[in-house]
């Protein structure tokens, strides 16, 4: 009769225990344990030291040390549940995070001179440094033009079409600004009046912006035209 009595009050106790834990904050309940599961067995390790047991007490150290530092037991984690259904990538400059309830892509800077930065605080200038320094990182340059792709839309192309320009820009001093309009649309020097007009038409039809096509490129065929008509 006693067993069962013992038997119930057991029960009662891990019913009692399991309501408690039910009302604690998973995170801090799974932080807990992890510091338990390391204090454990590094106590056990330093009892299997003095036990003469070094094999074994190598294994518990190694254990305690392991689930210390990376939180993990072999597949289990002491981290936590997930903050929703969120993934989470890190790489030596970069960590992203992907919501995949909105698609959002947050990114940091985890190492050099913008480390500790959100990405969406980087203007363009920054942008363009961050990816000279880590384009040597396959991995960082990957993770940073898949943000750049999710949230700064035609990024690639503008930043082409600036990268041109700016070279038109320095050749600019040295070049005729005559002869690279004339080169712009296609024609030889001293074309006539007729002819600038007519180039530029048949030009604006493949790249004009309404049929799809770049407003960079549409804007120096415009400014072609002009300074030769101006003459």
């Known amino acids: 009769m006693s067993y069962v009595f013992l038997g119930a009050l057991a029960l009662l106790a891990i019913l009692a225990i399991y309501q408690f834990l039910r009302g604690v904050d998973r995170g801090l309940l799974m932080t807990c ?18 036990a003469r047991r070094i094999d074994i007490a190598l294994i518990l150290g190694a254990t305690a040390i392991s689930v210390w530092r990376t939180g993990r037991l072999g597949p289990f984690s002491f981290d936590g549940p ?29 190492s050099g001179p913008f480390a500790g930065a ?10 363009r440094a961050l990816i000279a320094e880590i384009e040597a990182d396959p991995d960082s340059l990957h993770l940073l033009e898949s943000w750049l792709d999710a ?33 712009v649309l296609g024609l030889k020097p001293g074309a006539s009046d007729e002819a600038i007009r007519a180039a530029h038409r048949e030009l604006m039809k493949a790249v004009h912006p309404d049929h799809g096509g770049s407003s960079y490129l549409a804007a120096k065929i415009n400014q072609a035209r002009d300074l030769l008509l101006s003459q």
């Not at 969120?86 to 947050?106: C, F, N, P, W």
């Not at 700064?152 to 600004?177: K, M």
């Open 33 to 50: 344990l992890r510091w338990l599961v390391v204090g454990v067995a590094g106590l056990a390790a330093a009892f299997m030291i003095f």
């Open 82 to 110: 997930p903050e929703g259904n969120i993934s989470k990538v890190q790489s030596r400059y970069l960590a992203m995070e992907l919501d995949h309830d909105t698609g959002a892509v947050e990114g940091r800077v985890l």
């Open 118 to 127: 959100d990405l969406m605080d980087l203007g363009e200038n920054e942008t």
């Open 151 to 183: 949230n700064r839309a035609g990024w690639r192309e503008y930043f082409a079409e600036t990268e041109r320009d700016n070279q038109h820009g320095e050749r600019a001093g040295a070049a005729d600004p005559l002869a690279e309009a004339y080169e």
